[in-house]
């Protein structure tokens, strides 16, 4: 049953304006290709350029972009990935096409991101992989994980499809590891017109890999040789693809490839989108400030905490009570004020096609305790108007307030005053 929200989670998680209108008119009216054409190249540059990477690949889709990245860690049969139980189906879901094991490792209670100091104890000679999301948009310490893998010799994959926007020491995630994927979906920072997706690296090899596996070439060792003895080549002038298609030859065939070309109205969209990341971004932390000032008066509620020398991204707002009842009376109370209330994620490793591969509650305590107990997500978007800010505010308050007792926090100000 649709109810609607004074305060609703959020239909779309960027401002969509004439801006856009208008670069979607003019491709219109070009007589240009609306794939393959400019904007994707622009936008791809323009997108590396604020991530701080080599090179960015766009695809369709956040999904895509880790299946492909995915494709880049080159598993085996037998090799081992550590990776985040709190995120989104979508980051280690291509894992189960692969006959490797997973070892879902804890989170911090603090941030929700992979906990640093659980990883070393999950590292064994086969490990090949580390995959965290930066969960909301808080940077995880990257500082400590990245040491880890120099050290022991695995890769790390950044899940960053809420992080477009922070940073950790001044650099943007997408480039604080080995590779990393981004979403343009609808709900996302911003969005390439609903659906979108994209990988940022800095090695030239993958760069190439995964450029060659989103316009239906192979994953292959393509080397050049002399043109094939069985097949007679037809070679016209205006065959393009005839002579590479004779002469090359394929020493390792890794994968098929696909199709998953960014279109022109998606990148044109997408760099207008960019432009606006600074003034979203902005909202986003501003609505969060404000309700971290609610929540800071009560003792048995507290916000997700970003490590001090990063900046949140504010994709999710996260808090977390104290107890189960007291979660569970806070989302009720919120819902009956007419705000909106999601809870993101279930912990992957509880999911059915998980267990099926034999994981089991008590693998990773704190991320259950936290997500049947104590986790929940405020709405914190740039599409909610000043007053509904004012009235997510207030219903935050008032719901806290009802927890307390009836009793109201005095405001840290007034607080403040009393003590002078
Ligand atoms: C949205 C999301 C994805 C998937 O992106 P899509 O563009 O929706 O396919 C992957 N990981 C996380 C953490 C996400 O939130």
Known sequence: MDRSYVVPWGKRGSILAEAEVAVLTELIHEDTPLSMGGRRERFERSFAGTVGSKHAISVTSGTVALELAIRMLDLEPGDEVIATPQTYQATVQPLLDYDVRVRFCDIDPDTLNIDASAVEALITPRTKALLLVHYGGCPA?????????????????????HALGARYRGRAPGSLADIATFSFQNAKNITTLGEGGMVTCDRDDWAVRLDRLRSNDIDAEIVRSDLSDTVEPIVLPWMKYATPVYSDSVRRLRRAGTNATMSEAAAAVGQVQLGRLAA?????????????????????VRPQSAP???????HLYTCFADRQELRDQLVLGLDRRGVEIQLRYFPQHLLPEWRHRGHLRGECPVAERLWFDQHLNLPCHPRLTPSQVDYLVDALDESLAELNGGAAAPLASAAADLGR
């Open 141 to 161: 310490e990257m500082d400590a994980i990245m040491a880890l893998a120099r050290r022991h010799g695995f890769l790390v994959l950044e899940d960053c499809a």
């Open 308 to 314: 001090a020398h990063s900046e949140h991204a504010y």
């Open 280 to 300: 979203t971004g902005a909202t986003r932390r501003a609505i969060a400030a404000r309700l971290d000032e609610v929540i800071s008066r009560y003792p048995f």
